[in-house]
């Protein structure tokens, strides 16, 4: 049994569990941070070492994720259920081999790789234990990754949502009893952590499937899966590999710009950690109604519904401008005591202050980001928003946060004053590729 694939796709009812979603994805690593924080500082410092390492790996995969997300949205649009369903299965077996390389990887050389991110000798076998474990997920996960992007693709996010909840409490369960050890069970620490994280990934996985089958009808036929399609996989690397390139260009800049900060102190260093974690949960409402509008532009423009893909990508940039500009001016009024909640030290504080205000300038610029940019994608139209990206981040980002923080000495705000012109500069770009309507030539379902 499974809902009617006809039924009109709603940008809220899709954003919401979107943004649940995304923020109990935030959680997890928070939680086993939390959790392990209370019994052993050098758990915390092994774990963040290990996550590390795990979020690369999901950056990794993700590339497939996204590609076949469009792609399925398209031939669904266009009414081609057959296609939609081999892309699901090529995309499921080539992350399914990319996942069993990377855990292959992970858990043969993990002394390597933490001897290489120079972590201290006394803490080497907790991170190795951990990082070994956890590799084993990677399985799983890159699976996973695939079948929640087709789900969402057929318009079930609140399905994917649940099952991120169940890994979530699978998890916190699994913290109790093996790291806190409950019910006379023995206090395993990091690999109870590990443990843990992996069984609830596991289960989350098996749940996936379970419910991806019943809500899309769509069986996992396994010989299917180990044999990709190689013209469905170019598809959906045509608009994954952009997008992955994209997202790791963003990743160094940052690791840059946030060596620039180390220059300035490591109070400077702590105020910005405090401030990123809030900037990220207010990205989450940007980010979601960019992947609720790009599951919808993606259908509109399989069904050759190209003036309708033009009004809803309209209506999705205003909603998402009036939701991050409030959350932005909450942000704005009351990120002094947030951040109070984390230290008390008068100087983190007194350096996180004016960011909040620079916030009010700096989420609508990202949000045209995050809704354009998705958009363009969902279209086929990739490459663009690539080299426009990666041009802005390392001409303007880079040098600027150098020249207005460290050479003009204005700290942290001229820092961050350069991101904010730079999430403007290639929003507008994007804006104005949107404009020029060469996207509407770029569809995946007629090539």
């Not at 947030?338 to 230290?343: K, R």
């Not at 600027?400 to 961050?416: K, N, P, R, S």
């Not at 403007?424 to 030539?441: P, Y």
Request: glycine share 10%; with cysteine.
């Amino acid at each position: 049994m499974h809902t009617n694939p006809d039924k009109p796709l709603s940008l809220f009812g899709l954003t919401w569990p979107l943004f649940i979603d995304f923020a109990l994805h935030f959680l997890t690593a928070a939680l086993n941070t939390f959790m392990i924080s209370h019994v052993s500082y050098q758990g915390v410092a092994a774990l963040s070492v290990g996550n590390m390492v795990f979020e690369l790996a999901i950056t990794l995969f993700s590339f497939v994720s996204i590609g076949a997300t469009v792609v399925i949205t398209q031939y669904l649009g266009a009414k081609n259920k057959t296609a939609a369903k081999n892309v699901v299965y090529s995309a499921i077996g080539f992350n399914l081999g990319v996942g069993v390389v990377a855990a292959l990887g992970v858990v043969s050389g993990a002394s390597t790789i933490l001897y290489l991110m120079n972590l201290p000798e006394h803490l080497l076998a907790d991170g190795k234990l951990y990082l070994q474990i956890v590799g084993l997920c990677l399985i799983p996960e890159a699976m996973a990754m695939c079948i929640a992007g087709a789900m969402r693709a057929h318009g079930h996010t609140q399905q994917a949502m649940w099952v991120t909840l169940s890994m979530n409490l699978i998890t916190f369960t699994g913290n109790l009893l093996l790291l806190y050890g409950w019910f006379g069970l023995p206090q395993m620490g990091v690999a109870g952590v590990a443990i843990s994280t992996v069984t609830g990934r596991i289960i989350g996985m098996c749940i996936m499937m379970a419910l991806f089958v019943k809500y899309t009808g769509i069986s996992l036929h396994f010989p299917s899966i180990i044999r990709p399609q190689w013209k469905m996989l170019r598809k959906v690397f045509h608009i994954g590999l952009p997008a992955a390139g994209e997202n790791l260009s963003w990743m160094l800049q940052f690791l840059v710009v946030t060596s620039f900060v180390g220059l300035i102190g490591d109070k400077a260093l702590a105020a910005q950690s405090l401030y990123f974690q809030i900037c990220m949960f207010i990205l989450l409402f940007g980010l979601s109604i960019g992947i609720g509008n790009e599951i919808i532009i993606g259908h509109l423009v399989g069904a050759k519904a190209i003036k309708a893909a033009e009004a809803q990508m309209y209506r999705a940039l205003k909603w998402g401008l009036v939701v991050t500009t409030i959350v932005a001016a909450m942000a704005a009024m009351w990120g002094d005591d947030m951040v109070a909640l984390f230290t008390d030290e008068a100087d983190v504080i007194a350096l996180v202050a004016p960011l909040f205000i620079l916030t009010l300038f700096m989420e609508p610029g990202r949000t045209f980001n995050l809704v354009v940019i998705n958009a363009l994608r969902a279209s086929g139209d990739a490459k663009f928003p690539f080299f426009i990206g990666v041009s802005s981040m390392w001409c303007i980002a880079v040098p600027g946060a150098y020249f207005l923080g460290v050479h003009l000495e204005y700290g942290l705000i001229g820092i961050w004053a350069a991101l904010a012109i730079d999430e403007w500069v290639r929003g507008l770009a994007m804006l104005w590729r949107w404009k020029s309507g060469r996207w509407q030539s770029k569809s995946l379902v007629s090539n």
